[in-house]
C-alpha cells in the first residue's frame, strides 16, 4: 500500500499549449517497518493538444 500525494499547477499558453509544474511523494507512511525513507519527485510537463 503506498500513499501518493500530489500537487500540481499550470498555466494555458494558448488554445492548443498547456506547461505545469507538479510534486509527487510516495510513501507507505511507516506502516510496514520502521525504514520508510520515501520518493518525492518534482516535474514540469509540457501538454500539446492536437
Do not use: C, Y
Not at 45 to 50: A, P, V, Y
Amino acid at each position: 500500500m503506498l500513499f501518493e500525494p500530489e500537487l500540481g499547477v499550470g498555466v494555458s499558453l494558448s488554445d492548443r499549449m498547456s506547461v505545469e509544474a507538479s510534486w509527487v511523494h510516495l510513501s507507505h507512511a511507516k506502516l510496514f517497518g520502521p525504514n520508510n525513507p520515501g520518493l518525492d519527485t518534482i516535474g514540469v510537463r509540457l501538454n500539446l493538444r492536437i
